[in-house]
């Protein structure tokens, strides 16, 4: 089988990959792949990226001009382009519509302020570019800059960019964004989601051998609470665990912390009774 007839059944079963896992729906989405320095298989327009074959597939040249198929290419080819032309290594881009990323974006969170350490090993840092309409020269524009440096790229109100060696590697990128994405509302759905203090994040890039970057993101929150900052968890029942426990978490504060956070500590113990009297009232 020819190295060709191999890419193009890839393309199709990861098209078919991402439209199962609702990565994309309908006809969105679109993915490439290197075939020579300066020639790409790339997705064909209109068409549901689920269900095509091996024959739906075009190839292009660096320009974007049309060598071999049928219908048009993709509506995104500039954007797969730029990418290609910005990084010579990369030999796989994919477009998708990430449902949760997307909601991110929309709600104003950034992936990059929320990361987890899984996320700091396999992707780095998650700029969000500025916004762009889709499918215009503009929308390519916009990640010029952020492609030299990253895998991994959100574009707000629309979808994600993911590039790597291969077809499998631009899509599992994609798959751990979109679970990153999917915890971070998650998150924001059970209590307020903390970032990691900045140094712990620092010493991540560090061990993942990545260059620590806080990328510009959309931020929402100007609170500078950190997981790793004392928090008073208030859960109604902590009048019902009586004095002797209440003193007992005074006392452990004392050996824990300061003398100065331990008094915060008992202050904020004593605020939590207060509240709990009112409410039984
Ligand atoms: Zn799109």
């Given at each position: 089988?020819?190295?060709?007839?191999?890419?193009?059944q890839q393309m199709v079963d990861i098209g078919k990959r991402m439209y199962e896992r609702g990565l994309i729906v309908a006809t969105d989405g679109n993915l490439s792949v290197r075939?020579?320095?300066?020639?790409?298989?790339v997705t064909?327009?209109?068409?549901?990226k689920g269900t095509l074959s091996p024959q739906?597939?075009?190839?292009?040249?660096?320009?974007?001009?049309?060598?071999?198929g049928r219908g048009r290419p993709t509506s995104e080819i500039a954007m797969h382009l730029c990418a290609y032309r910005e990084r010579p290594d990369v030999r796989a881009v994919i477009h998708a519509h990430p449902p949760f990323v997307v909601a991110c974006t929309v709600a104003g969170l950034s992936l990059s302020r929320f990361s987890l350490p899984e996320a700091i090993y396999s992707l780095g840092t998650i700029p969000t570019v500025p916004y762009a309409t889709p499918g215009t020269d503009a929308g390519a524009a916009v990640i010029a800059g952020a492609i030299r440096e990253h895998d991994v790229l959100i574009l707000p109100y629309h979808g994600s960019l993911t590039v790597g060696k291969d077809l499998e590697e631009a899509f599992q990128k994609l798959e751990q964004l979109e679970h990153v994405a999917k915890i971070l509302v998650t998150a924001r759905q059970v209590g307020?989601?903390?970032p990691l203090p900045r140094a712990e994040v620092a010493r991540l890039f560090r061990l993942a051998g990545r260059k620590p970057s806080f990328a510009p993101g959309i931020l929402s929150r100007k609170t500078e609470k950190t997981a790793a900052a004392p928090?008073?968890?208030?859960?109604?029942?902590?009048?019902?665990?009586?004095?002797?426990?209440?003193a007992g978490r005074c006392l452990r504060s004392f050996s824990l912390f300061s003398?100065?956070?331990?008094?915060r500590v008992v202050k904020a113990e004593m605020k939590v009774v207060r509240e709990c009297l009112q409410r039984l009232q």
């Open positions: 089988m020819s190295s060709d007839t191999i890419l193009r075939l020579a320095p300066e020639r790409f298989l064909p327009s209109g068409m549901c739906d597939l075009l190839v292009v040249d660096i320009g974007g001009r049309q060598m071999e307020e989601p903390l928090r008073v968890v208030r859960p109604f029942p902590s009048l019902l665990l009586g004095p002797f426990s209440l003398l100065e956070s331990a008094a």
